[in-house]
């Protein structure tokens, strides 16, 4: 296993410019982003000195190093970040970020390397607050597209849904014909599965842990409040594809309206639990013009009952590709 080495006393303590090695690859670190239970170290490879390597290949120019923050909870971050790394291995798939290589460090233990992206949908949203929504839909069909291969293949769900959690990376093939366009030169990516809930049993004994509750077992109450189906607030309640869809929705709905729905007045799992939100959703979409065709998929995805939201995440792409027209409509009917 290759060691990733530094001078510092742990990654957290690591600062701007510090050299890192990658086995016998020099980097320098060029970012930092901290999320709720981990840490993500940005390295620019040092080519003056970096010798030619099959693993410099395997890494490239650019990589991120995320490891778990240091916490004494019953349900450590430690033992999540291990966990997925093990569910994270085998997802291989364009639409889902890569382990590149998990590395073993001096003071933190493994660690995982995987390709820099250049941002996320959170940042996109940021800078446009929302997007059409012919690029909604370009967004939501490669987000789907690895969710299904997770699940299909590894009967694995995310349960942790969210902007931030979508990146973005170049691919050759869209930037030849989409130079400078801010959503499809890229393609878009999952990322973060430290709270997936694991439906295959073989993958299940691999990654189970010590809980006091058998909802800890699955994860099934832990994720963004903002972003979890109602269900999942429920005791004893086990996730499923829906729960991963009534996110989607949400992000879908995200993209479009420029917010999530819910009321300054209120917490929001009591609006999430009392089913308030859903209303407002409504509201809102027939407030802001949404195509009636593509109102009713969101609302179809985020309704309160999971057994009346989608089935599968192919009955949605099929759905979705009702609503696909060509550039220049969609762009008279809607945003433009």
């Known amino acids: 296993m290759t060691e990733l080495s530094f001078a510092a006393n742990s990654l957290s303590e690591l600062q701007y410019n510090d050299e890192v090695w990658i086995g016998d690859t020099p980097y320098f670190v060029r970012q930092f982003r901290r999320g709720g239970m981990g840490l993500v170290v940005f390295l620019r490879r040092d080519d003056e000195r970096a010798p030619f390597s099959t693993r410099a290949l395997l890494h490239g120019p650019n990589v991120a190093i995320k490891t778990a923050l240091r916490s004494d909870d019953d349900l450590s971050t430690s033992d999540l970040f291990q966990r997925e790394l093990t569910v994270w291995a085998g997802l291989d798939h364009p639409n889902i970020i890569r382990l590149n290589e998990v590395l073993t460090t001096r003071s933190d233990g493994m660690v995982a390397a995987m390709d820099w992206c250049m941002g996320s949908l ?69 990322s973060d599965w430290g709270l997936a809930s694991i439906k295959n049993a073989a993958l299940a004994n691999l990654t189970s842990m010590p809980a006091k509750n058998n909802e800890f077992v699955t994860l099934n109450n832990l994720g963004t409040v903002s972003y979890m189906a109602p269900e999942r607030f429920v005791y004893g309640t086990r996730s499923s594809v829906g729960s991963d869809l009534f996110a989607v929705g949400l992000v879908l709905y995200e993209m479009l309206i420029g917010g999530l729905p819910y009321q300054a007045n209120s917490s929001v799992i009591e609006q999430i639990c009392s089913h308030s939100y859903f209303s407002v959703a409504k509201m809102m979409l027939s407030q802001e013009r949404v195509p009636k065709l593509m109102a009713e998929i969101i609302l179809h995805l985020i309704t309160p009952n999971p057994n009346e939201r989608c089935s599968s995440y192919p009955e949605l792409l099929k759905r979705l590709e009702q609503v696909q027209r060509p550039r220049s409509l969609l762009s008279r009917l809607f945003k433009s």
């Open 122 to 190: 959170r940042q996109l949203l940021d800078d446009h607050m929302s997007v059409s929504l012919e690029d909604a839909l370009f967004i939501i069909r490669d987000l789907v597209n690895g969710l299904h291969f997770a699940f299909k293949e590894h009967g694995v769900l995310h349960l942790d849904l969210k902007p931030e959690n979508i990146l973005n990376q170049y691919v050759l093939s869209r930037m030849s014909s989409n130079e400078d366009d801010p959503v499809r030169q890229f393609a878009w990516k999952v």
